[in-house]
């Protein structure tokens, strides 16, 4: 890491994997493969940060926060923030909000999901309208979450330890995979630290973080497939 831009400590590639940036405190730095030099440094205020990913057409930042800032979109066209959406999360007693842990953009680029320990939010990303907000989720494993390829639905941990797809229409039903579908690991319920679903929407593998690394696979149903 080039001295003048100082120690990184997030970093997330560009859709087309050629370029990713690296985040520290002051700002991220823009970087491609093979090259050792800065390409560009975007001076970002807003710290400290969790979680970062760059949107899928390559223009937008989104961030999640571990204070109170929640999240925000920064634009890496424009070099501005677009939107900080703090003040949609639910504070806690003592004021704070709990850190945003997990930040997604929906496979079209046109939303973004925020994930804390209590709820998760959806946002437009040009305008930060809050598009759905969803509680209920388990408050102690509530760490990550996925889009569904089709772009319809979020999949997220609820309070009961149950994967759960939640839709982003509100007149869609929410769909909770059978009991076998839990974060419950030799005999212990473990949070989970990734999930991801396959392009045909067929297959979920979830990560979770235990002392060895148990690795969870589900086949979705086929009303969610479609």
Same mark, same amino acid.
């Given at each position: 890491?080039?001295?003048?831009?100082?120690?990184?400590?997030?970093?997330?590639?560009?859709?087309?994997?050629?370029?990713?940036?690296?985040?520290?405190?002051?700002?991220?730095?823009?970087?491609?493969?093979?090259?050792?030099?800065?390409?560009?440094?975007?001076?970002?205020?807003? %710290?400290? !940060?969790?979680?970062? =990913?760059? +949107? @899928? &057409? *390559? #223009?937008?930042? $989104?961030?999640?926060?571990?204070?109170?800032? /929640?999240?925000?979109?920064?634009?890496?066209?424009?070099?501005?923030?677009?939107?900080?959406?703090?003040?949609?999360?639910?504070?806690?007693?003592?004021?704070?909000? %709990?850190? !945003?842990?997990?930040? =997604?953009? +929906? @496979? &079209? *680029? #046109?939303?973004? $999901?925020?994930?804390?320990?209590?709820?998760? /939010?959806?946002?437009?990303?040009?305008?930060?309208?809050?598009?759905?907000?969803?509680?209920?989720?388990?408050?102690?494993?509530?760490?990550?979450?996925?889009?569904?390829?089709?772009?319809?639905?979020?999949?997220?941990?609820? &309070?009961?330890?149950?994967?759960?797809?939640?839709?982003?229409?509100?007149?869609?039903?929410?769909?909770?995979?059978?009991?076998?579908?839990?974060?419950?690991?030799?005999?212990?319920?473990?949070?989970?630290?990734?999930?991801?679903?396959?392009?045909?929407?067929?297959?979920?593998?979830?990560?979770?973080?235990?002392?060895?690394?148990?690795?969870?696979?589900?086949?979705?149903?086929?009303?969610?497939?479609?």
């Amino acid at each position: 890491m080039p001295e003048k831009f100082g120690p990184g400590h997030l970093i997330t590639f560009y859709p087309d994997s050629k370029r990713f940036l690296v985040r520290n405190d002051v700002g991220a730095a823009l970087f491609e493969i093979g090259k050792p030099e800065i390409v560009e440094v975007f001076e970002i205020p807003h %710290r400290p !940060v969790w979680d970062m =990913r760059v +949107s @899928p &057409d *390559g #223009k937008f930042l $989104a961030m999640g926060f571990e204070r109170n800032d /929640a999240m925000g979109i920064y634009s890496l066209e424009k070099h501005k923030t677009v939107f900080i959406a703090n003040e949609k999360f639910e504070r806690l007693p003592n004021d704070e909000i %709990r850190q !945003v842990h997990c930040v =997604r953009f +929906s @496979p &079209d *680029g #046109k939303l973004v $999901a925020a994930l804390s320990l209590h709820q998760l /939010a959806v946002y437009e990303v040009q305008t930060g309208k809050l598009v759905r907000r969803y509680f209920g989720l388990h408050e102690d494993l509530a760490y990550a979450f996925c889009w569904h390829p089709n772009g319809k639905s979020l999949c997220v941990e609820n &309070d009961e330890g149950l994967l759960t797809f939640l839709p982003i229409d509100e007149k869609q039903k929410v769909v909770s995979l059978d009991k076998s579908a839990t974060s419950y690991h030799n005999g212990q319920l473990a949070f989970v630290r990734q999930m991801v679903i396959s392009s045909d929407g067929k297959q979920l593998v979830v990560i979770l973080d235990t002392d060895d690394h148990g690795i969870l696979r589900f086949d979705l149903p086929a009303e969610l497939r479609k």
